[in-house]
């Protein structure tokens, strides 16, 4: 049974709605605002993909945008995602990756695999997203095999003025964003975790010439010891 698209099971729907991952509003703006920019994104998230191998986990996976650009020497790709209105667009996309690609309602903090079972962990997008950071991280080196590597694209605090502006407007922000916060300092949290970078790079990604709260980006890679 479904009441304006929101699957109704033995679980009552207002159960679902207090539940902090499910956003019905800003899942169908997000799901609008990455197909308008996947062309605009679609490079950052090949550059993020390539030269993986193996079995990957994606976490946050959305709607399954970066599933078109897994390269074909990975073997497995399990994409968690705990907002149902994204992950049935997900489960959806999900033929992209030709079997490769299963589908789990989970969240990052809690991960659904065994210690060391991945080759490869991918962030894009959601470590401004997800409550804490920190025990996804911790939960994401748990996962990954010694050796195995992060690959992440995330929006992050910016410097300056720009950086003032995030840091003040985070209280509004996740409230419009499902959580999302601006002012981020994601490659720091990433090295706190204890992961070793191999290579990071920043960019901006604004609207025409206009920079925004969520322009400042890293894209890189790190290794868990
Ligand atoms: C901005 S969207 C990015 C989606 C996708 N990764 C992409 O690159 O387009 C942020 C995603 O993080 C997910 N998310 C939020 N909290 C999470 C958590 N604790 N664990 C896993 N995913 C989470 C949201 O449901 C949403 O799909």
Not at 120 to 149: M, T
Not at 185 to 207: H, N, P, Q, W
């Amino acid at each position: 049974m479904e009441v304006a698209g929101i699957g109704v099971g033995p679980e009552p729907v207002i159960i679902r709605f207090m539940s902090t991952h499910v956003h019905p509003i800003f899942a169908r703006v997000y799901r609008a605002l990455s197909v308008a920019t996947a062309d605009q994104i679609a490079p950052h998230r090949q550059e993020l993909l390539a030269g993986l191998s193996g079995r990957v986990m994606e976490v946050g996976c959305g709607n399954g945008l970066n599933f078109e650009h897994y390269p074909e020497s990975v073997d497995e790709i399990v994409a968690i995602e705990p907002e149902p209105y994204l992950r049935g667009l997900a489960e959806e996309h999900a033929e992209v990756g030709g079997g490769r690609i299963t589908i789990v309602d989970a969240e990052a903090e809690m991960l659904p695999a065994e210690d060391d079972s991945f080759d490869a962990v991918v962030c894009s997008l959601v470590l401004c997203s997800i409550a804490d950071p920190a025990a996804a991280l911790a939960e994401i080196r748990r996962v990954l095999r010694p050796g195995g590597e992060l690959r992440y694209y995330e929006h992050v605090l910016g410097d300056g003025r720009l950086g003032s502006v995030q840091n003040r407007i985070d209280w509004l922000w996740p409230r419009m964003g499902g959580g999302c916060h601006c002012n981020r300092d994601t490659l720091a949290a990433i090295k706190e975790a204890g992961f070793e970078v191999e290579k990071s790079r920043e960019m901006s990604l604004d609207i025409g010439r206009v920079r925004t709260p969520v322009s400042p980006h890293i894209l890189g890679q790190a290794v868990s010891p």
